[in-house]
């Protein structure tokens, strides 16, 4: 028989090893890895325990749509590495947006949201939401008089999105959640950019933080996956009530990929922010790139917000070419390495037009007002050999 070490507290491990042990839960099989539970019921050995699972009594599991023990580790792996008591995990990154806020909204109340958002976002914000009642102001997230004048008594809930896509400006999430917390507002922090690696919303008086599964914590391009972090009142309270019953579950096997894949994350995201710095500084000094914006780079007009709020500047590089899209569009073509595509987090690097991709449905007034021009061009850097990807864009940009 294994002793069993006295004094184990998860809580105090290191983010390595919260990674790759959190929330481990092992099967009297004794497997080495976490195991796939790809089952959608459960039963009982007697309807007694039936009736006191559905009645709250006992906390087995049901059915799967209310849970599930892979998606189980996958939670409770993210809620220790965040620091949080709970999260709540769902299909997609959009389904945690909407679920997070959704949940706690209701007719009549009024929303405020920082303008730079992700494109789907925007819609929840500014048309999804509003056709259930909701009232929604958009405000210039670097400006906090602006914040300040928005956010009022009637004020239920704050979102917003730091670095933002595709622009990486920076938001002051102690300012912000200073100024909502003061009204009794809820604040939502969408941290799929930053990673719970570099930023920690929750130590700045940030109350849910959504993610989107499919970016960083998959990270190899092969599931979609969302997950919702909070305190255990607002998962039982707000999340599961909404949740269990409109069904954004995500699928056991999607949970075990990112659960996989959130043992790596930690040093997948540190290489590809060392790589991104290299990119944005070798992209700063080529001619015919007008604009560099990475948020740790001296040139980024936050840079010492983002310096204090990100332990690096993340593995997204946003720039600008001269000749707008026709030039973004020839950059693209000619790339060798880096592909096309709108994804991002991803091991293999890959480069978007926003403003023709992620950024096009939103319309050409609402792209000038978050400052997407027609020559931007966004990098999500992945794991290559800086060298490579460098070379890459030399070649691409300058000849
Ligand atoms: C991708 C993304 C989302 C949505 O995540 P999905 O998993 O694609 O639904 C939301 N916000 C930001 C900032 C994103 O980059």
Redesign the pocket.
Known sequence: MKKKAKDINPARWGDATKLVRGGLDRSPHGETAEALYLNSGFVYDEPETAEKRFAGEDDGYVYGRYGNPTVTMFEERLALLEGAEACYAVA????A?FGALACNLKAGDHLVSSKAL?G??YQIVTSILPRFGIKTTLVDGQDMKGWREAITKDTKCVFL?TPS?PGLEVIDLAGVCEIAKTAGALVVV?N??ATPILQRPLNYGADVIVY????HMDGQGRV???AIVSTKAFKEEKLKPFLRHTGPSISPFNAWVLLKGLETMKLRVEAQSEAARAVAEALAAMPGVSRVLYPHLDSHPQAKLARAQMRMGGTMVTFEVEGGKPRAFDVLRSLGIIDISNN?GDTKSLMTHPASTTHRNIGPEARAMMGITDGMLRISVGLEDVNDLTGDLKQAIME
């Open positions: 997609s990154g959009m389904a947006v992700f789907s976002c999105e896509n969408d799929i950019f989107s599964g499919t970016k979609l996956g969302g991002l």
